[in-house]
């Protein structure tokens, strides 16, 4: 059976594409369309389709529209309410639905051949939910979705058995940790559903002073939370973008953050409570903030903590065609990889450098040729295999430097465009891992945790380590990528080092790289000093 998902109400428009039960592709629509998370997650936006993504995904598995047995939509408009019942106050959230209504129409529009009549709705707690608890692997695992609103929610907690969710608990609108984050993202001059990760690492230069006030505003209930609003401005005066921030927003920042923690852990315990089990699957935007996820992993009631890499809508595309698949009794799947999206030949990379009339050669030893420049402290742009599904690059399309030259974390910034407080992270062999990265889970595969830097290795990579001595690490399992265990062993066998720095490969308020074109774009326009992109190198000149 051939299940197409797709998630296109709000921000993150993705397809996934399930046959037999096993993810075959799936991919977000804004490495096609080079416009970061898609489109802005509003009503009037809720009709565009990510035709793009679904086309390519067809095209990957050689098949055609019409051999589509079901599309899985992330989003059921028939459980939504009216705006007010839901104590929203958009006057335009109906759009939302009547788009909503019809997108497999609009999808047949865009991607000819597909059978409007074989769409399906998944609700949308029910979509992140089913990306986490039908991709870890497990017969039994609880679930915890937080996310910004779904048709009505903002949450879930639940358990799988055997493929099948019981939902134990929602949390209605508009009480939502995802909204009250979005909130603070905007006071503080950052760009709403798109830069929650701004806060999160603004939060470590602050001390949390405001929680006291915070706890009275979010209070923990049975099965859920309560909001009363927040006066954002009589804590720390409202930021214009690129506007400088102080201690008292840091101290903000920290304060909800802290807040956040305290809720998911509560509800962590109400859940293990209910279940017993061992394994925590997690999904839904919020699951994207690593630090939380640490502190469910250390302080948590359950054994294990798992989270789908892309946690946040463009995940529920995958969910929504592995809740339908495991509803037909398709066989389960197990995720061990984020790179289920665009691939290249050596092939077609190399007709497209010769075409670019870019010089290159192909080294004998690819991991020692890039581990010398490394070693050089050159940057290096890194693009292999399959391109990765949600935010985070995880060594398919990297930005790599030296984590021993404490400057490396601003030349990064600089050339990415970014902030200068925000951290980059490191990647390290699994098995060497521990001895470096201490208190979180290893292996930790989708940079989804942060880990205290053992203070002797502090200063020997400090390009790595952030303003509180935390890292947030992506380790890597030789035999699932060889070509970068590879690369890490050469560098250190040059440095001493078993760590290099990873960072997404992309400019300012672009989305990552995805095809050569993207690659060569970013390499032209960068102080990147050498491309790595599948057997061969391009130097600067
Ligand atoms: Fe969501």
Redesign the pocket.
Known sequence: MRVLGINSV?HDPAAALVIDGQVVAAAEEERFSRRKHGKRPVPFSAWEQPAAAAGWCLRYAGITAAEVDLIGFSYDPGLVLPAGQMGLTDPWDHLRTTYAARAAAFLAEAVPGLDPQRARFVP??VA?AASAGLAVGRRECSVLVC????ERDSCLTGCYRDGKLQVLSTQPLPHSLGLLYEDLTAHLGFLRSSDEYKVMALASYGKPRFLGHLRERVVVAEGGFRIAPVDWAALAPPLKPGQDWDAAHADLAASVQRRLEEVLLALAGQLHEQTGDELLAMA??TALNCVANTVLARRGPFGSVWVQPAA??AG?ALGAALHLAADQGEPAWAMTGADLGRGFADGEIEAALRTARVPFERPADLAATVADALAADGIVAWFQGRSEYGPRALGQRSLLAHPGRRANLGRLNDVKGREQFRPVAPMVLEERAAEIFVRGPIPSPYMLFVHDVAPHWQDRIPAVVHVDGTARVQTIDRARQPLQAALLTAFEQRTGLPVLVNTSLNTAGRPMVDDIRDTLECFGSTPVDLLAIGPFVVRRR
Not at 147 to 150: E, L
């Open positions: 709000f949308h707690h992140h996310d910004g609103r779904g839904g935007g946040g809508d529920t």
